[in-house]
């Protein structure tokens, strides 16, 4: 239930409603106490579910109160009213820097401030051990009276803390400036990842658009995990060659191969510009006259900027340039991104038009709004079968419809369309409502006799309970177990399947499927550990001996393999899938 308008909350009224998104709502609210306006940060009713998660919440919040920086937002208060934890945090009147960008190009002294302002609480965050995991233009508020502040740290860490529906459930992210490891549910953050969002924002101003872009957030975060990043000077030839070696390292996939703190990609950054000789004073810089690639002369152009870096104040005057240097991106495409709540919009501005939190659904798949999916048509193939053909005649008629599209996907995957069949999946998971079990379980079901394992694994996890006590029928039991085990050897089932999430449901299985994973996809070491992870907390798992059995055989050693094969074939009290694996294994090495 909302917080009515003139309605009490504590010490605070609510006066209006700044924005609405995925986490919370947020509330312009009068302190009469202290003659303050305050902005009201409430997380929705759906988080109660969680009988602990208002303790951690409490935890999280005292911690991030505790960064005082001139350019964070601060918290002022943690409190809860009708069971709904809210913070309490200071009101920004102004509008946030991706309005300011859309206006037209910043002055070099705006440049400035944004890289003074935004790179050292960002720096100092770090400093002090907390991360934001959501960096991006509309996370930057600039006040009426001119001073930039970085935003929504609070939920950010709140989001990831303990196993609490808020952080098993969605990770915070912008698909368009989502790290890969962000991207892939992996609870190990660290600095490496606000980098990489940071990078994406100067990939962004310097080069004219994003590095990724596309119809669905699926597909934008597919790229992030194994797209090779676009190179800037093919985008834009305009793009100095020392700008994109920064850009380069700053965006690797790897973060052992990105800069080791925001303030050595900026110094880089910043010194990659001066020996480029692009800095000037007093004016506005383009990358150059003329049109991106991909771009029409017909297309309008908007000027956008970025923040970027950090003054040291540890730093000798001798050692301190000025730092008066500017550049706009020649053109920007019209980011595909689902927006944050912002702390504060311009008091004239309507509700509206503020754009919602954007959390991505970890469960199975990656969410598109019933707005998303009415806009974009579905993809089919050029050439297409008759069911096809009806399928997508059926979306165009209910677009909104889930099933609509679940038969879409079902008929695009019986015409090997893989591709196209996922993005219909992808869907048909995010039109439906969470507690829809009866859809995901059949949806399941369908793409289980399809042998269709990563969207069937998806599915299963959607249906499956979200806490530990509640329990599934044997049977689905089985099922889910199957399909995550052979969807985990697909290089796209991180996309769909989150890791974490599988935690949530069976910690054991969670580390299997990683170890599966990692003998398709990445390293035998990291299966290994994964293996050694679950044998310490199920040994006696059937799964544990089923993936003993493949690294063994993967490393050669049949001798080793085969009499655990033959157990696992011969052994009644083994669900009949992990019996045919293993039978269909022994075959293999006669």
Known sequence: MAFNIGENIGPYRIME????????????????????????????????????????????????????????????????????????????????LKARLNKGPLSSQEIEQVVDSVGSALAYAHKHGILHRDIKPSNVLIANDGVMYLADFGLARIAAAGESTLSSDSIMGTPQYISPEQAMGKKDLDSGTDIYSFAVMLYEM?????????DTPFSIIHDHIYTPLPLPQKINPSVPEHVQRVLLKALAKDRADRYETVLGMIQSFKDAWEEAGIPMQGTAITMGSGVLKGQTKSQPKSQSVQPIIETVSTKSPAEKRSFSWMWIGVGVVAILCVGVTMLAVMRNRPAAQTPPTAVINTPAFIPLT???????????????????????EEVA????????????????????????????????????EPNNKEFFLNAAQEYKAREAWVPAAGMYMRSAPIKRDQQMPEDVRNNLHEA????????????????????IYDQPLGYIARGRYALFNGSMDEAKLQLSNAEKVKPDMFEVFLLRAEIEMKLGNKEVAKPILLSLSSDLGAPEWIRIMADTFLKTME
């Open 484 to 503: 995550i085990y052979k969807a985990s050897e697909s290089k796209e089932m991180p996309i769909f399947v989150f890791f974490e999430r599988i935690d």
């Open 206 to 214: 310097v080069v004219g658009q994003v590095p990724f872009s596309a």
């Open 17 to 96: 409603q700044l924005g609405q998104g995925g986490m919370a709502t947020v509330y312009k609210a009068y302190h009469a106490a202290l003659d303050r306006y305050v902005a009201l940060k409430v997380l929705h009713a759906a988080f109660r579910e969680d009988q602990t998660f208002t303790a951690r919440f409490q935890r999280e919040a005292r911690v991030v109160a505790r960064l005082e920086h001139p350019n964070i937002v601060p918290i002022y208060d943690y409190s809860e009213h009708q069971a709904r934890p809210y913070l309490v945090m200071k009101y920004i009147e102004g509008d946030t």
């Open 370 to 392: 019933p707005a998303q999916a009415t806009q974009a048509p579905p993809q089919t193939p050029q050439h297409i079968s008759a069911e096809v053909s009806a399928a997508s």
């Open 397 to 432: 008629k209910n677009p909104g419809d889930p099933n609509a599209h679940l038969h879409l996907s079902l008929a695009l995957w019986d015409a090997n369309e893989t591709s196209a069949s996922l993005r219909e999946a992808v869907q048909a998971a995010s039109l439906t």
